[in-house]
């Protein structure tokens, strides 16, 4: 491991002990690794001294006490507990589990409430933007082609190496909290340019144009391909924001996809050659009428009881254009008596979602927006929930494992209608 | 002679990824493990659906696998298991990602990878494993299977 000067400099505690203990956990990290430096990332989301029951217990501290304690102890791993200055970098607070407005909504108690608001607090005394989303892309924080980032999230990692063009691997909550503190990310993965390139080569036979269709060659790619790269070509759209979105999602969840080219659409991809970096892929994979239906069976495997009674909707939280299709297919609708519909979205996107009126349509036809969190994270669904219907090939292959329910996946206009008649008719491609 | 005896001890070599020395009964999978929502880290049990260890604990056991999938929650997820004293005592495995690295550490147990000879092709559940991790030695003892 090479240092430069300042970089050791923190090491050896010259810029105070918080930074000391940042660094030497990001030493010790590249160093499982196997990278040699650091790169100088600009770029940090994460969660910050986030706060849970089991964390507050074992520390003995209770949430007005607990920052300094949790961000040194848990985050840097340090046996000793510092003084949290300001973060040195750009840093942003990605979701949470629970909804500051909509904590009642969700079933959350009180204390769950207070847990959030002050750990939310203590960071943004530091300088954290508190943005509680999983698309910090949609709310504010879009990193520029080739920044060096230092994200978690599935789903806004793959988004921002493939569709930003900037460079960030899966990093946790302990890296994050370092790196927001020193600026400082290994030099490794998909960092560097040699990482980067496709080894996949998958061949699109089938149109694929709805969100859905997205959803479902994302889900089918993360399964061919896992922790690897694929490139796709063939019967592809130009993929609009929202699209990308729910593909990378799925592929980042069946699968390990941090990064994926489409020919002539992503930054990197300009020909089917450049994101191949002039290699042979390791395989070429079909995928058709019948691996499309295969797929949709999958996500719909999980589901035999057409009486659906919650839509849960925003997985990854929904962008004012979804927010306006459900507005719209609700209008002047009432849903079902015996169906909940929930709808997760950014504190940033509702604030637009309030002024456009959409929030007011779906409320009156008795929907929640609510923000911060989803069903998975939070591990909420309306009391008594036994089949749900999602539109994100994401939140279907989490939630009925997470919660014990059935779940059908759709378009989102099924899953309106699902919430409008209590039934679910979605049909097959 | 018949068939070679079975070498009662088998060495692999590979890389340090953390430090230390531990020893205990070897708990091998060929499955990809996810940390947030494919553990408990309260009990230290793999609840991942579908997979071969589900409803297994890996509490205080040499942890083989091919190495980490699934959310960026994975070292925190570990991490707790830690706090919990619930964690496996090592973890070899063969794929390296910034999920186990970062896991690997804030765990602070003996971890090694890059070997010799494919761990998930030697060891056996059951087997007796001493891991010194700075010097990227397994020493695997044939244990009573399970």
């Known amino acids: 491991m090479r240092l430069t000067d300042s970089e050791q400099a923190m090491l050896d505690g010259r810029d105070g002990k918080a930074k000391q203990k940042a660094m030497d956990l990001l030493v010790r990290y590249a160093e499982a690794l196997g990278a040699e430096r650091f790169v100088d990332t600009t770029n940090v989301a994460g969660v910050p001294a986030y706060y849970s029951p ?56 009180y204390e769950a409430l207070r847990m959030s608001e002050r750990s939310e607090a203590a960071s943004a005394a530091r300088g954290v933007r508190i943005l509680k989303t999983c698309t910090p892309y949609l709310a504010g924080n879009v990193p520029k082609q080739g920044e060096h980032c230092a994200w978690m999230e599935s789903s806004a990692v793959v988004y921002c190496n493939s569709v930003l063009g900037a460079r960030t691997n899966t990093e946790g909550r302990e890296s994050t909290s370092a790196a927001m503190l020193t600026g400082k990310i290994p030099d490794w993965g998909f960092h560097r340019d040699e990482f980067r390139f496709a080894t996949h080569h998958i061949q699109v036979e089938v149109d694929v144009t709805s969100v859905m269709d997205w959803g479902m060659l994302g889900y089918f790619i993360g399964a061919a391909v896992e922790e690897r790269i694929p490139v ?77 009674d919650f839509v849960m909707l925003g997985c990854p939280h929904a962008a004012l254009e979804q927010l306006r299709e459900i507005a719209g297919l609700l209008t002047g609708r009432r849903i079902s008596e015996n169906c909940k519909l929930w709808v997760f979205t950014s504190r940033a996107i509702k604030a637009e979602a309030d002024a456009s009126g959409y929030t007011a ?23 008594g929930t036994k089949v749900a219907a999602l539109d994100s090939a994401k ?35 | 002679m018949s068939a070679a ?142």
């Open chain 1, 54 to 109: 089991v964390l507050l217990d074992y520390y003995k501290v209770t949430a007005d006490d607990a920052y300094e304690v949790i961000y040194s102890r848990f985050d840097l791993d340090s046996d000793e507990v510092v003084e949290v200055p300001r973060m040195m970098v750009n840093s942003c607070g990605l979701q949470g589990g629970v909804d500051a407005e909509g904590w009642k909504t969700l079933g959350k108690s």
């Open chain 1, 232 to 308: 796709v070509t063939g019967r592809i759209s130009r993929p609009d924001l929202i699209r990308h979105k729910h593909f990378g999602a799925a592929a980042a969840s069946s699968g390990g996809v941090e990064m994926y080219h489409l020919e002539g659409v992503t930054p990197e991809a300009a020909t089917l050659r450049k994101a191949l970096g002039s290699k042979a892929p390791i395989a070429v994979i079909p995928y058709g009428k019948a691996e499309q239906r295969r797929t949709y069976d999958e996500l719909n495997a999980k589901a035999s009881d057409p009486n659906v």
């Open chain 1, 361 to 383: 349509v779906i409320r009156a036809a008795g929907g929640a927006v609510l923000t911060d969190t989803c069903s998975s994270i939070a591990q909420a669904v309306p009391p």
């Open chain 1, 395 to 429: 939140q279907t292959h989490y939630l009925p494992a997470i919660m014990g329910i059935q779940a059908w996946f759709g378009t989102t206009a099924d899953c309106i209608d699902a919430a409008l008649t209590g039934r679910w008719n979605g049909r097959r491609p």
């Open chain 2, 5 to 146: 005896p079975q070498p009662a001890t088998i060495t692999l070599h590979g890389r340090k990824v953390v430090g230390g020395y531990a020893e205990g009964a070897a708990l091998v999978t060929r499955d990809t493990i996810s940390g947030w929502g494919g553990i408990n880290p309260m009990t230290g049990t793999v609840i991942e659906t579908r997979h071969e260890l589900r409803g297994r604990s890996f509490k205080d056991k040499i942890l083989v696998f091919p190495g980490a999938k699934g959310s960026s929650g994975w070292s925190a997820a570990f991490h707790v298991t830690r706090i919990t004293a619930t964690a496996p005592k090592a973890m070899l495995f063969n794929e390296m990602t910034t999920k186990i690295a970062l896991g690997a550490v804030v765990m602070r147990i003996p971890c090694v990878t890059d070997f010799d000879r494919d761990p998930l092709e030697v060891i056996e559940t059951g087997d007796w494993v001493k891991v010194d991790g700075d010097r990227g030695i397994v020493e695997i003892h044939r244990g009573p299977r399970e």
